[in-house]
């Protein structure tokens, strides 16, 4: 299943619009172009309406906001929701500062999303109206183990069916809901939690998949999340006793633009539930 | 020719004032380097008019656009123009929205630029006031083919005639011309297109070539140009089967840090019409 | 004592915000990731401010400053200092431009800085309140060189003294002085220069080291500095004959990465004046 919809993605080359932070947005963009799809980013109220309805599918991540984007944020959002293009939501920080949270907030509220993908932290403190966001990295607390699984699944699905979006929640186990059935996702290396904006790369590639595959978006945001695991697990492979989180997050991205929907459906390591 | 061009780059250090996109904008600063110039940044209204004054050129992306930078793209534009200084724009994504190809548009109405380099798509936007952009890439309905040639040479001649730029279309053949001489370039590889930026990274470079070279604007441009695709070539030829766009992306201002004028003057693929 | 000081960095992981400038963010993310610390990202004057809360210690750098994000550098600064985190200044083209004189200026008057990391022209913009700083790399007139390192070494010791501030002075010889002691450090390699942002990475490092080792800011600076050019040392090593200043930044990084307490100790070379 994953070989089709990564094969769609390959085909039909997604072109996303992406509002995101300026620290990883390079490297969304790279990753973008490696899985097929082709960015472009514009964060002006007016220009990012205007680039949201000429683009497939849009990506919102709310690092490095401010007053200026927040806005194009709303507008972009509303207008692909009457385009009827997938939106994908990135919370980075939600529950660390009262502007990320309340913007996250406020984007779930007035945007209908497709897959809201974050650590487990930034999902919590979405659902939970707060948080115990440490930075933008999951808090050791919130992580989610093979024992406390079973909760964290039914919190998600809980989550997903109130907002009616896929939830793509990410760490050393991934979980990807519908709210009806869930992928537990066993992908991926801990040394992916050393490079700046895998989560974001994560997202910018959610939101390629899912534009291409309109009528799949739980199978589509799965398929995104194996894919970025399964390129961390190759590319691993690759390092040397010289190479160290910079290589590695180009051989990262390396390996997506070498992957082939084939491996991805051999490599993907899941289960449903 | 182009070796002494290059020597002029190596042995100058032209320092360069980008205002630019926040996508490619580090990969624009390590390949002013990697050529041998030096990069500065600065987009605020009043420090990139004192800025533009120290520095020996100005590079103008309108790529990620926004109120705030917009006057100081002019304002650093013009003040350039009244010292003499080179001036290159980079019109990302002219025609796919309205606030791209108006503030392109305006900044070719008052401003004077020495070198406009873009795809054909932008230049067509530029030079019809409308534009089939997809994205930032080139529009395939506007590819650059043997075919087409002759024409898309008499289109960029009359565009160059009426702005009195040199006018740069980059794609499978990049088109340089004044209007009165064009440079066809063969040099590239169509692989450069997956990695973002390599058009943001041209542009700097060119302007990096026209400051060090300010009696030869076409040719500096037209060496800017091969000196671009020829550092393709060769980074593609270091290419492993698992590399991909991210370590072709590094691989590329390697070769132009390495890159010797001799070797230039050697790989440079062009005709003079 | 610098094995200590690295170790400390390693296990308490401090999280360190940035106010720093879009063209070398991405690198100054992955350094504090390689080091052992963690990144975040905030510039819009409510969530900087919040975010310095929840950090162990801020890092301000006034590369591509502007107007809506100097109100949030210098309320996060104050905030900072109440709080008694360690903060880093990183006064990137101080003697550029009069808004990034001023602002430097403005910062050292309201905000008590730990750590002032610059090359010799921003300093002695800072000490002097006019430069004649080339761009954002040091004017060759200022180089410190082993003649005048005498006359270097009181300026810097000067300056210390009367901001309250360790003093870091980089370039072929660094000097980092509290105004009493002052270590004089010879790691690095003048390659490094053709990176951009090796001297941006260096400060978010520095604030790293010294969030980690609050009661040495002299000695965390220096160990910071020492790692930094120790990374670029044998991250040297590693070149081919095809790799360049981009490849020679993924290696240096990488070499942060993998760097030990007891490698720094070894290779740190200094000399306590």
New interface residues.
Partial sequence: MFKEIFENVRQKSP?VHNIT???????C??ML??CGG???????L??AV??TA??GGLNINI??????TIPAMFAAGKRANELGHPVVLDPV?AG?????TETALGLLKEVEFTVVRGNISEIKTLALGSGTT????ADVADKVTEENLTGALSFAKDFARRTGAVIAITGAIDIVTDGERTFCIRNGRPEMS????TGCQLSALTAAFATANPDQPLEAAAAAVCAMGLCGEIAYQ?MT???????Y??????????LTPAELERGASYEVR
């Fill in positions: 072109l932070n300026y620290v990883t947005v390079n490297d963009a790279n172009l490696a082709s960015p472009i980013m514009a964060d002006e007016e220009d205007e680039i000429i683009c690092g490095t906001l401010n007053q200026r920080g660390v500062s009262t502007l990320r440490k930075g933008v990295d050393a490079i700046t904006g690759r006793n010289l190479d160290g989180n910079s290589s997050r180009n051989y990262i991205i390396d390996a997506m633009y070498r």
